[in-house]
């Protein structure tokens, strides 16, 4: 076991007898009878992201139609973090969980408890793994990556050295915008990945890593990023090359990475709805709460957009 499940562990181990003690009722009572708001509680990896900022809006905003009350917590990409949160929820009676994880393998230890108690829990963009959830709200990570894959190859006439800047590992949608990417980009023979480096889905570490790859791949004419906040570090260490003899494509179709592929600077995004993500979950979480069926999992469509559909 990594040193963080086991850090995990401990801190399930200490409430697990706060767990057992709420286990009975866990969802007869998540109906809002006596006219209670039903309580939701959501644990974000890290709100220091406009994606992730974007789907809280949009998870607020379908609470607030619903009239539930939802309580918010950011992990900071801290697993351990998010452990802590996920347990304190159930100390709040919330009736649902969701959850983002900061790590989908870390994230099963601290889902199992919940579903001993009969809580629901919704993953929302991330899977979680090693344990059972009532349902995943996504994007279709590994069509979306292949879209990348082709996108960028077209971008530099089909041929040419790329590099790639990778999520944060263990998260599931970096694992599967991968495995999309490579998929995809396998089909163009002359396109040669020269290097492949985690940036932690992190402008800076975007920048940095980027400056880093240049440096022992100068020949490079394409960057995949897994996400638009990295393409834009990647922008920003590419200078005035960005756009012009190297090509960018993001994911996530943040207002940054449209304003970037207007200016011409990022070629495309492979736009996912994050608003949306939130509805969706909230909607789907308050419909288990109510102890209604609901599809283990929903798609919330990708795009790409280039500067044809940016405006």
């Given amino acids: 076991m990594s040193k963080i499940g086991m850090r995990i562990a401990a801190i399930l181990a200490s409430g697990a007898l706060l767990l057992s003690g709420c286990s009975q009722g866990g969802t007869a009572a998540s109906s809002g009878a006596g006219g209670e708001k039903v309580k939701l509680g959501m644990a974000i990896s890290t709100l220091n992201n406009p994606f992730f900022v ?122 599967e915008r ?56 990647a922008i920003q260490a590419l200078g005035d090359r960005a756009g012009k003899s190297v090509q960018v494509v993001g994911f996530d179709g943040t207002a940054d990475g449209i304003a970037a592929v207007k200016q011409g600077t990022m070629f495309a995004s492979i736009a996912q709805q994050p608003e949306e993500l939130g509805k969706k979950s909230v909607e789907t979480a308050l419909k288990l709460a109510k102890g209604e069926t609901v599809d283990k999992a929903i798609s919330v469509p990708v795009v790409v957009v280039d500067k044809s559909n940016a405006k």
Avoid: H, Y
């Fill in 54 to 175: 974007s789907l809280e809006k949009g998870a607020k905003d379908a609470a607030a139609a619903a009239g539930a009350d939802l309580v918010v917590t950011d992990a900071r990409d801290d697993a351990t973090q998010q452990a802590n949160q996920i347990q304190n929820f159930q100390a709040q009676q919330v009736k649902a969980v969701l959850i983002n994880p900061v790590d989908s393998d870390a994230a099963g230890p601290m889902v199992a408890p919940l579903a001993a108690a009969n809580l629901p829990v919704v993953a929302v963009d991330r899977a979680v793994n090693g344990a059972e959830v009532n349902a995943l709200v996504a994007s279709d990570n590994v069509a979306g990556g292949r879209m990348a894959a082709e996108t960028l190859a077209k971008a530099i006439g089909e041929k040419g050295d790329i590099i790639v800047l990778q999520g944060v590992a263990g998260a599931t949608a970096s694992r």
């Fill in 178 to 233: 991968g495995q999309g990417f490579t998929e995809g980009i396998a089909r163009f023979p002359n396109v040669k990945v020269v290097a492949k480096q985690p940036a932690d889905f992190d402008r800076t570490k975007g920048l940095d890593v980027t400056t880093n790859l240049l440096q022992s791949n100068p020949k490079a004419v394409g960057v995949f990023a897994e996400n638009d906040e990295m393409a834009l570090g």
